[in-house]
């Protein structure tokens, strides 16, 4: 007999327990499906373990910025120990998510979720059936698919590694590529970042991309730019690399070129459900082709970046579409970061768009490493990009690189979704010295 | 001949300097008068040079957190060169603020000033007159009035010390006694803070107070509590403090017991205008007795915390109030806090004041040691009182102890100043995984 559910969400991780959880409180019954780890990418292969490992690099920086200027030392990594600390986090995901789910009164099934033809769901052997369905399987590393391809590892098997090599490699010079090089590059490996063109990080400030990894070159790691990976080959010395006019050989090659959605082993076809290699598609409701599917977090092809916190918003925004169904789904300013040494952030308008409209902006460009901020913990690099709306003198976009980078965006988001003019932020009193306490000199 | 100006600023800290460089903007002609160093305490002996020091120990405390668990090797504080590291930010204050005002066309002047029984003002054996005065003259340590006080250094001492003895005593346990006492513990110092009573820190959170002095006495720092410190004397062995059944041998002894403003050498006598211990009394206007003179910053005695960011603040009321007069000023909720290792933050409501309304107030006490954004760091401590007002939902005060109470603090702070509700909280996408994360698990 096939079980019968209000909603069945496919996905255990940050989207799909946002959605059981919040349509289960609502009263509806709702089976959950993971056919993989409970918690998903983010806790247990994605950010969280990315930055526990970067923890250790920002502490080990921290004594380096303030060498001969009144510290004496520098820790070293120990990369067992390093991952020992970050399995005392990520060991107990698994479990106590689905102990969490189950608390709840979420039915809970362990298995690869499979369409079938009636439209009912195949778990394993186990048939069930919803009225509603919600997709939430997330991505995968993409590997690149080139001779050698099997040689790939991944950011999986990175956050994950027992011992660190001598040598690393990443292809591909997106958000991933960057953070694991500085974690890599701080623990001692000979680290590279091959990046197919010019433009790594294409979505950050170009500029300010590269002040970064100005930075990081100076710290030892390598940027093999407009180099296209043609083969990976096992040599008596390690991997061999091949690309036009480019030879190396490394200890472990992590394909870092994207992610790719979790929307191929569904059954799909069978519902109607279309997706391409952005994900899912889905309309303004987050709904599919199938109008009794849904599909939210990074699987599905929505406009915004793919983060943990947009999954969590829109899980919310489904949970009350489920249950009191209105208005399409609109979103505030979104911060993306690269949690690299130092930390790139922006959120908003970039100066690039704000360029094409001079009248209308007007952009900020702020060497900040002299003020008194950075100048206190021996900063090497702190520079802003910031964009002033003219009309309403509100910040409307910023682009931040600097060790503190991660906390000013998040203070530069709530002044850009709060409308928040200079007179109105010298009517507040932050706490000084912080680096709040310079949000004022930004406008 | 008597120099004759619009507005005369006694003070060339930070109060006095933003009220004169406001004034001048709007056209006024102004005169500052400064006695001692340009800039005033902050800059150059009090918030920022000690932040400067304590970014030393921030970064060793990070070093600390990880030892065992991913970082090997603590660094040593190398007090000489991280006075250096000091003084190469607190060397230029001077000269720079001097530098900024004249370049500003303020006219600046370097003396004690003396209002004179005329009503003029004598700064040296020049005289000057203005339409209105503005006395912005700060505070400076008090010493405490014991047997043997001209034992007694003070913070601005301790902030320029050349070498670190090796045994330190604080006399007086408030934010200054602590702060400093954090600094000079882990610059390797035998640190005591001998407090009268059993209640340092009076104006935060009883209970993490407690748990500040836990950590600290974990870190070596000795409280001596209930202790009334009633003499120093010489001895050849050191400094020898006693009270009752209490006996102490140090090597510097600092008075931390509070600070007094710096309004008895004015003349205030001879215009009229009132002061206590607490400050030159005011007005809601911030005027003084005489209708004409007005006080603000930390010499004034009004009913807020006397920061750094509150001079700033009634500054730019007063430019408003001397161009444009209106209403009387208001006050947003100021944090306050203690840079201590870890750090201890408090905004708005306290849990104790909620407490006597518990219809009206939900008080959140929260561990958070073991959330993700401190288990990353290996923080030893993380809690929070967090107070919501039921009916609004809004958070309406709170106290944090951690690592990044400073950070969380400002967060909370523009929360209760834009009102901000949970879902309105959940309306917006803060940065992942950042300490800004955790806002919405704390209402």
């Not at 496919?10 to 993989?36: F, H, M, T, Y």
């Not at 009144?70 to 102990?99: E, F, Q, V």
């Not at 974690?183 to 590279?192: L, M, R, S, T, W």
């Not at 063109?197 to 990894?213: E, G, H, S, T, W």
Request: proline letters at 5%.
């Amino acid at each position: 007999m096939t079980e019968q559910y209000d909603v069945v969400v496919i996905g255990g991780g940050p989207a799909g327990n946002a959605i059981a959880s919040g349509l289960q409180a609502q009263g509806k019954s709702v089976l959950i499906v993971e056919a993989d780890l409970w918690g998903g990418t983010c806790p247990n292969r994605g950010c969280d373990p990315k930055k526990i490992l970067l923890s250790a690099v920002e502490a080990q920086q921290a004594a380096q910025h303030l060498q001969h200027q009144g510290l004496t030392g520098t820790p070293t990594i120990d990369w067992p120990a390093l991952m020992a600390h970050k399995r005392g986090y990520t060991d107990g995901i698994n479990d106590g998510t689905l102990k969490g789910l189950q608390h709840q009164g979420i039915t809970t099934l362990h298995g690869q979720a499979h369409f079938q033809n009636d439209g009912q769901l195949a778990v394993g052997d186990q048939v069930v059936s919803a009225t509603d369905y919600v997709i939430a399987t997330g991505q995968r590393p993409a590997i690149l698919p080139i001779t050698g391809q099997e040689y790939f590892k991944t950011s999986t098997d990175f956050l994950d590694l027992d011992e660190m090599p001598k040598r690393v490699t990443f292809v591909g010079g997106g958000y991933v590529g960057f953070e694991l090089a500085a974690i890599a590059n701080a623990a001692g490996a000979d680290v590279h970042v091959i990046h197919h063109n010019d433009r790594p990080l294409k979505a950050f400030d170009a500029d300010l991309v590269q002040d970064l990894m100005a930075t990081m070159t100076a710290d030892g790691v390598t940027f093999d730019l407009n180099t296209d990976l043609q083969a990976i080959e096992q040599t008596d010395d390690g991997l061999q690399l091949t690309a036009p006019d480019f030879e190396l050989t490394t200890d472990l090659v992590i394909s870092s070129a994207g992610r790719i959605p979790n929307a191929d082993q569904l059954g799909l076809e069978n519902v109607g459900v279309t997706f391409n290699r952005h994900g899912i598609q889905v309309n303004d409701r987050l709904q599919t082709a199938n109008p009794h599917i849904y599909a939210i977090g990074d699987v599905s092809d929505t406009p915004v970046p793919k983060l943990t916190p947009v999954a969590g918003y829109e899980a919310r925004y489904l949970v009350q579409q489920l249950t009191q169904p209105g208005a399409a789904i609109t979103y505030p300013v979104i911060p993306t970061q690269v949690f690299a040494v130092p930390k790139l952030a922006q959120v908003g308008l970039s100066a690039t768009d704000a360029a094409d409209q001079p009248d209308k902006y007007r952009v900020n460009t702020l060497d900040m490493t002299k003020w008194f901020s950075y100048y206190r913990f021996g900063a090497r690099q702190a520079q802003a990009r910031v964009i002033i709306d003219q009309a309403s003198g509100q910040v409307v976009g910023a682009t931040l690189l600097s060790d503190v980078a991660d906390e000013m965006i998040n203070y530069l988001t709530l002044l850009i979704e709060k409308h928040v003019t200079l007179a109105q932020l010298q009517q507040l009193v932050l706490a000084y010295p912080t680096p709040a306490s310079d949000l004022q000199y930004l406008y």
